[in-house]
């Protein structure tokens, strides 16, 4: 949803817009619902995951199809979004959108995480897909001067709200974010090699039926 190259995600933005902009439009003496916007990047493991597609390219002996090696993704597993969805909507007061803080991983991390497990990998450098982010961003450089820092959070507000407004509405919780001009993969923390590892012998995905 954040700076849409292509046309899926310049729906998933205008969702986002749509939604987060029903709050200005809602009566809240008639109306109780808020609405908020959770925004985070792929699921660890999940079809829109880089690792299924990787080990499974392993266990067919096939070598795994690295679109760039400076790629860059946020990693966030399962059991975390679901706890940030809900934490979003235990501290939003409506228009919302809400941003974890995530470290990220390389590529070229993944295959050194998996040639640990399975022994050494054939690769193959493919390219970028037409659309597709050398990194990834949740925070773009506009959307910058609306964010603020919530404990393990971001938050970006309502443009249509004043700052002392909203730091009234989170009783002096919250602070402007002034130290970054965007938040993208590229230069948050990123997982070592053996965090790497750790993740994904907890998760599922080595548990295949053939092993």
């Known amino acids: 949803a954040v700076s849409p190259l292509n046309a ?27 609405f908020i916007t959770a925004r985070y990047g792929n699921v660890f493991g999940s079809s829109g ?3 299924p ?12 199809t690295i679109t760039d090696p400076k790629m860059t993704r946020f990693s966030i597993t399962m059991d975390d979004a679901l706890n940030f969805i809900i934490n979003a909507i235990k501290f939003g007061k409506g228009s919302e959108i809400f941003v974890p803080r995530l470290k990220a991983y390389s590529i070229l991390t993944i295959n050194d995480a998996l ?6 990998i054939k690769q193959e450098t493919i390219g ?26 971001f938050m970006i507000s309502n443009p ?7 730091i009234q509405s989170y009783d002096n919780q919250i602070k402007k974010i002034t130290d970054i001009d965007e938040y993208s993969s590229k230069i ?16 599922n995905l080595l548990n295949h039926k053939d092993d």
């Open 115 to 120: 040639s640990d497990i399975y022994g050494k």
């Open 49 to 51: 995951s880089v690792f």
């Open 53 to 64: 597609k990787f080990i499974e390219q392993i266990k067919l002996n096939q070598k795994i």
């Open 128 to 153: 970028i897909r037409p659309g597709e982010k050398l990194h990834e961003t949740l925070i773009n450089s506009e959307e910058i001067r609306n964010s603020w820092d919530l404990q393990n959070k």
């Open 8 to 34: 899926y995600a310049a729906t998933k933005r205008l969702m986002e817009k749509l939604f987060v902009s029903a709050n200005n439009h809602a009566s809240t003496k008639q109306h109780k619902t808020q």
């Open 160 to 166: 249509i709200r004043n700052d002392d407004e909203i």
């Open 188 to 203: 948050v923390t990123h997982h070592s090699k053996n965090e790497l590892i750790e993740i994904i012998k907890k998760s």
